[in-house]
């Protein structure tokens, strides 16, 4: 009997192994070996599966060196991206891995996720070549090192610099060279954009991927394009380039798609000329054909929130015009300069504070978190335009507050390192994080006995110093230009600026007080968005009480008719799908819905079943990222208490560029649709991942963005609700709302996505 027992309980054991196995158990995964790359910073480990079918998704991880204070680098392949590119082939995968430390036995962790939500780790070590380094990155000068512990947002950095034909380079905030171009060009006319180098070169133009891939996008000439120069920065839908032609130098701008289709021109010289025919004046004292330099182009910045852009001309000033019909909106500059001297220019020209200084040779314009202009002033007069203007002695990052109903640029923050820095060329300043910044001396003298030097500065929201590493150059070879990079988890394929997930966490009640989600589907092909979920005892886990005991989701039309209702995730029909998407709840209590939508508004009802009440979650996961069609926005409504019964949203960015986002709390202006008890005085606080604050608002009209958010006809219908414009870069957020002065009542956090 006792050995019946122990073989009956063995077979039960055997057949509830054999019944949960996930594909992480059955499916075996080898490391085979590993083949060098382009570069030592390259590599290719190759994998034996037992079955490619099952795998989702790959993802590496370099850790970093001992002392090092950066984020491991780690990308994330699809099973689909890998054996697009022919590297899944009769049970092999062949991974490509970069970021790889050269010279040195680096440890790299492999993450298998499966089909079936569950995964499992492995590890191996990579040892590579020392990079003969003809540019002299890996041995900068420290003069500071990093700052241990530092809030400084970024851990990687490009540097844009033509000094060999490895361009360009990638190094971490502790200095150590992470990746080089393969492209065997030398150029400084380089983009980072879809997790790939863009390069542009004489007439042609190159997409360098991370794992070595060079490709051809384009020729240009037949466009007149004899050169591309300087910057190439984000546009309204592709990147945006500098050229030369045969007819003008240093004064056309392209934008580019990132499949090389040319989609716009700009002439700056037709666009000046013109304005100043209208007003009066001879362009032919201003404007000149090819080989004058009397604009000099060196960069150009799109800015979303008024479809403008913004130009910077070396030897003039920064210009705005009209995204679609190239008409002047304002200019800033030096009013010593030549163009203050014709009054069809003069009439746009922006008055500046008390205090402020205008920009002079400027380089690297681009649009702040906060709608400010932020640029690299290098201090130097023109040196073809007569009159010259004025000239300093030193250059400094500024950034200026643009008022356009007063027609003012105020400059509200500078970072005069040393009033001794003399970089009359080239250079840059970019904000990461909002008050993080990556600033770029590029062409350093200091007095005719020292060589000439790049110095690269870190500085985090405190204004404090984070980092400054020195390299030699020969005029702005090594680091032309340098920008911040996020590669601690890059996914492959990439994924566009727009909300993946959001979510909503709120006290759920009877009637008005369920917590409503709007949900807006937009585009041309449906989307399979969803798994909508409904959440309440598994948020004790976070340490909540007075969770909602059995919450129930019911999703609604537009017509608000019922196109599908859950109680209990488990007994839905998508129930295994729900779980092989990782997405299962953890309560089976809890309620989930997997769905195609097609474009349209839809609404998410969650409400506790027999009427319970208790504090609840909604969710959205956005299953189908790319395609031609995205989660727009979601509003989500509910009871605003205190404490933790605030009504809080996350939302999640995707992973490449940056996301134009509207984050509203409505009260009063619910009146309207039949509530009654309404929050009187609705707050926000958008946070970052780290719990940083971004921005806290009460009252729309006293935000940095109000004239954006009427220029957009987003503005809230009354004063007291609040709502700002973020700009912001992939990550997670949370939005919570509540009232100022600590009443209750119903909400609505609403988050938009304006690209």
């Given at each position: 009997m006792f050995t019946?027992?122990?073989?009956?309980?063995?077979?039960?054991?055997?057949?509830?192994?054999?019944?949960?196995?996930?594909?992480?158990?059955?499916?075996?995964?080898?490391?085979?070996?590993?083949?060098?790359?382009?570069?030592?910073?390259?590599?290719?480990?190759?994998?034996?599966?037992?079955?490619?079918?099952?795998?989702?998704?790959?993802?590496?991880?370099?850790?970093?060196?001992?002392?090092?204070s950066t984020r491991p680098l780690s990308a994330t392949y699809s099973s689909e991206y890998l054996a697009e590119r022919g590297a899944i082939l009769n049970g092999k995968i062949f991974l490509p891995v970069y970021g790889l430390y050269d010279g040195y036995t680096n440890s790299v962790t492999l993450s298998y996720s499966?089909?079936?939500?569950?995964?499992?780790?492995?590890?191996?070590?990579?040892?590579?070549?020392?990079?003969?380094?003809?540019?002299?990155?890996?041995?900068?000068?420290?003069?500071?090192?990093?700052?241990?512990?530092?809030?400084?947002?970024?851990?990687?950095?490009l540097l844009k610099g033509a000094c060999s034909s490895y361009s360009p380079a990638i190094i971490d905030t502790d200095g150590a060279l992470r990746w080089v171009g393969t492209a065997d060009t030398a150029s400084f006319d380089v983009a980072f954009h879809e997790n790939s180098i863009y390069l542009a070169h004489g007439s042609l133009l190159y997409r360098n991927d991370l794992d070595g891939t060079v490709s051809l996008l384009g020729d240009y000439g037949s466009a007149g394009v004899i050169d591309f120069h300087h910057n190439v920065d984000r546009g309204k839908f592709g990147l945006l380039y500098e050229v030369d032609t045969k007819a003008y130098l240093e004064s056309i701008i392209l934008e580019i798609d990132s499949t090389g289709n040319l989609l716009k021109t700009w002439n700056m010289a037709d666009i000046?000329?013109?304005?100043?025919?209208?007003?009066?004046?001879?362009?032919?004292?201003?404007?000149?054909?090819?080989?004058?330099?009397?604009?000099?182009?060196?960069?150009?910045?799109?800015n979303r929130a008024d479809n403008t852009l913004i130009v910077s001309s070396r030897e003039d000033f920064v210009i705005a015009i009209d995204y679609d019909t190239s008409a002047i909106k304002w200019i800033l500059g030096d009013p010593e300069k030549a163009w203050y001297e014709f009054p069809s220019l003069r009439q746009y020209a922006l008055e500046l504070a008390p205090g402020s200084l205008p920009p002079i040779g400027q380089h690297a314009v681009s649009i702040t978190y906060d709608q400010?202009?932020?640029?690299?002033?290098?201090?130097?007069?023109?040196?073809?335009?007569?009159?010259?203007?004025?000239?300093?002695?030193?250059?400094?990052?500024?950034?200026?507050?643009?008022?356009?109903?007063?027609?003012?640029?105020?400059?509200?923050?500078?970072?005069?390192?040393?009033?001794?820095?003399?970089?009359?060329?080239?250079?840059?300043?970019?904000?990461?994080?909002?008050?993080?910044?990556?600033?770029?001396?590029?062409?350093?003298?200091?007095?005719?006995?020292?060589?000439?030097?790049?110095?690269?500065?870190?500085?985090?929201?405190?204004?404090?110093?984070?980092?400054?590493?020195?390299y030699p150059t020969a005029g702005c070879l090594a680091v032309f230009n340098a920008t911040?990079?996020?590669?601690?988890?890059?996914?492959?394929?990439?994924?566009?600026?727009?909300?993946?997930?959001?979510?909503?966490?709120?006290?759920?009640?009877?009637?008005?007080?369920?917590?409503?989600?709007?949900?807006?589907?937009?585009?041309s092909d449906p989307k399979t968005v969803v798994v909508l979920r409904a959440l309440g005892p598994s948020l004790e886990e976070n340490g909540l009480s007075d969770t909602l005991a059995d919450p129930v989701i019911t999703l609604f039309d537009a017509d608000a008719r019922?196109?599908?209702?859950?109680?209990?995730?488990?007994?839905?029909?998508?129930?295994?799908?729900?779980?092989?998407?990782?997405?299962?709840?953890?309560?089976?209590?809890?309620?989930?819905?997997?769905?195609?939508?097609?474009?349209?508004a839809y609404t998410a009802v969650v409400t506790g079943k027999d009427i319970s009440l208790g504090v609840g979650l909604v969710e959205v996961y956005d299953l189908s990222p790319s395609g031609n069609s995205e989660l727009a926005n979601i509003s989500t409504r509910g009871m605003v208490g205190t404490d933790s019964d605030l009504l809080i949203s996350g939302f999640i960015v995707g992973a490449i560029d940056s996301s134009t986002v509207v984050v509203r709390a409505l009260g009063p202006s619910l009146g309207s649709a039949g509530i009654?008890?309404?929050?009187?005085?609705?707050?926000?606080?958008?946070?970052?991942?780290?719990?940083?604050?971004?921005?806290?608002?009460?009252?729309?009209?006293?935000?940095?963005?109000?004239?954006?958010?009427?220029?957009?006809?987003?503005?809230?219908?009354?004063?007291?609700?609040?709502?700002?414009?973020?700009?912001?870069?992939?990550g997670a957020y949370t939005a919570i709302a509540m009232d100022a002065n600590g009443e209750t009542g119903i909400g609505l956090v609403e988050v938009y996505n304006l690209d």
């Open positions: 019946k027992t122990l073989l009956g309980a063995a077979i039960s054991l055997f057949v509830c192994r054999t019944a949960f196995a996930t594909e992480a158990d059955t499916t075996v995964i080898t490391i085979e070996g590993q083949t060098a790359g382009a570069t030592p910073f390259l590599s290719q480990i190759t994998l034996a599966a037992s079955d490619t079918a099952t795998i989702k998704n790959i993802k590496f991880s370099v850790a970093p060196r001992p002392g090092s499966f089909h079936d939500g569950s995964s499992k780790d492995d590890s191996t070590t990579v040892t590579t070549a020392i990079f003969d380094d003809p540019c002299g990155y890996k041995t900068p000068t420290i003069l500071q090192p990093k700052i241990e512990n530092s809030s400084l947002s970024y851990d990687y950095i000046i000329s013109a304005a100043m025919t209208a007003g009066g004046d001879d362009p032919a004292q201003f404007v000149f054909a090819s080989p004058t330099d009397w604009f000099h182009s060196n960069a150009v910045t799109y400010g202009l932020l640029l690299f002033d290098n201090g130097l007069n023109s040196l073809f335009q007569l009159p010259p203007g004025a000239v300093r002695s030193y250059a400094s990052p500024r950034k200026y507050r643009i008022d356009l109903s007063a027609r003012m640029a105020t400059e509200v923050w500078n970072f005069p390192m040393d009033e001794s820095v003399n970089s009359p060329y080239c250079g840059s300043v970019y904000e990461d994080l909002p008050l993080n910044y990556l600033i770029d001396y590029a062409y350093v003298t200091l007095d005719p006995t020292q060589a000439r030097h790049a110095r690269v500065v870190g500085v985090d929201a405190t204004d404090t110093k984070v980092f400054d590493y020195e911040p990079l996020h590669l601690e988890n890059t996914p492959f394929p990439a994924v566009g600026p727009q909300s993946l997930n959001l979510s909503t966490r709120g006290l759920v009640g009877p009637d008005q007080a369920a917590l409503i989600a709007g949900i807006i589907v937009t585009g019922v196109l599908a209702t859950n109680d209990d995730w488990q007994a839905g029909a998508d129930a295994g799908q729900i779980s092989a998407d990782g997405l299962a709840p953890n309560n089976p209590a809890e309620a989930a819905l997997r769905t195609t939508l097609a474009p349209g009654s008890d309404f929050l009187k005085d609705p707050s926000l606080t958008v946070y970052d991942q780290n719990g940083s604050a971004l921005v806290t608002n009460d009252s729309w009209r006293d935000d940095p963005s109000a004239l954006e958010l009427e220029q957009n006809q987003i503005e809230p219908s009354n004063d007291k609700e609040a709502a700002t414009i973020l700009h912001l870069p992939a």
